[in-house]
């Protein structure tokens, strides 16, 4: 099964307003260019949640890629199943053995979105969803301030993905130029290119724009980009939906003490103690008081159970998470630690419990 992580700096070159290239050679499909593709993969789960079709990949495509590195063939299709109307489709030689007869082929065919790779032949394949521009570049707001979860009903994208080799998929959701968020899934190696599916909150992306993260619900523009290593991996994507998935929806400490049926483990380590459930349940029922070692304990049980539950904090929710968890183990004892005013920890404290705070009540 895929994991899901993040990476800073993993964004698709961005827009290039008035770059214009020629567009990319659209070619025949060759067979013998397919990726294996799994024969077992059943559709059956993608009937249990109520979901919206990014692309169903129907609408067929096919690029191939000079052998240079650095240089991006591109085409576009008009794909009546795909948000916005079109799928730019773009193949981007990375690096890697250039003597191969095959470079860098990306198609889509059999409702699967797929990169073939030569040995060694490093590329990437971007998906880019931004309206009816007929170009590879990204039209920020060709989408035209789309809800992407639709009143709050859709919470996170899912996808199925394998790669032979292991590879990334990079997701970046644009509000406007300035304004974007990134994800990174990492698709394991599977020798048997089986799919796998996987499901990223749309809380747990990365602000990764100059003046800040996008909202998703005035989205712009979305783009898929499949990378492989340096290995000339393979990789296919199919059933690219949003859907609603409670791992990513509420998180909050009266969540979690008002469904303990709902908690994925039964202890939990906080600062230096292990706690079990039902230590943790009397310490989310008991009234703080003031005392911010129980408003930053509170945060943290619930922070800790959405991580357990499958949330993917980012890098500065991970920081805030140990931060927490060093400053409960400066204190001999069990919680409660009685800290009151005086104390010259409480004010990092508080302010921990409130980055915590946002992270477990996510905004979509
Ligand atoms: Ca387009
Ligand atoms: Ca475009």
């Known amino acids: 099964m895929a994991v899901s992580r993040f990476s800073l700096g993993r964004v698709f070159e961005g827009p290039r307003a008035g770059r214009k290239k020629p567009y990319g050679r659209e070619v025949g499909m060759k067979t013998r260019l397919l990726a294996p593709i799994a024969a077992g993969f059943v559709l059956a789960a993608m009937a249990q949640a109520q979901t919206t079709t990014i692309d ?23 794909a009546p199943a795909a948000i916005g109307g079109e799928r730019d489709l773009c193949v981007r030689h990375a690096g890697g053995a250039v003597a191969t007869l095959v470079g860098d082929v990306g198609y889509v065919f059999t409702n699967t979105a797929s990169l073939s790779c030569g040995l060694g032949v490093e590329a990437c394949l971007h998906l880019v969803y931004d309206g009816l521009d ?6 920020c707001t060709g989408l035209n301030g789309l809800d992407v979860t639709e ?53 747990d992306f990365m602000p990764a724009g100059p003046e800040g993260g996008a909202d998703f619900t005035r ?9 492989n290593g340096p290995g000339g991996a393979d990789i296919s994507m199919k059933n690219l939906v949003t859907t609603y998935d409670p791992r990513f929806g509420d998180g909050s400490p009266g969540y979690w003490q008002n469904h303990p049926d709902a908690w994925p483990v039964d202890e939990l380590t ?25 408003i930053l304990a509170y945060q943290l049980v619930a922070a800790k159970l959405n991580v357990a539950r499958g949330r993917n904090p980012i890098p500065a929710i991970q920081d805030a998470i140990a931060a927490a968890d060093s400053l409960l183990a400066s204190f001999p004892g069990s919680l409660p630690f009685a800290v009151g005013k005086k104390d010259p920890r409480r004010a990092a404290m508080v302010a921990i ?12």
């Open 219 to 227: 989205v712009g523009a979305l783009v898929f980009e499949l990378c």
């Open 270 to 294: 906080l600062g230096a103690v292990t706690y079990s459930k039902e230590e943790l349940l009397a310490l989310l029922a008991q009234p703080a008081n003031g005392d911010a070692s129980v």
């Open 56 to 78: 169903t990949f129907e609408t067929k495509q096919f690029v191939i890629a000079d052998l240079t590195p650095g240089v991006t063939n591109s085409c576009c299709v008009v």
């Open 134 to 139: 007929n170009s590879r570049d990204i039209n």
């Open 151 to 203: 009143g709050g009903t859709r919470n996170a994208f899912q996808l199925s993905t394998t790669s032979d080799l292991g590879a990334n998929v990079a997701i970046t959701v644009y509000q406007d130029a300035t304004h974007y968020s990134v994800a990174m899934v990492t698709v394991a190696a599977d020798p048997t290119f089986t799919f796998s599916e996987v499901t990223f909150g749309f809380a």
């Open 353 to 364: 419990a409130s980055q915590l705070a946002a992270f477990n009540t996510p905004p979509y």
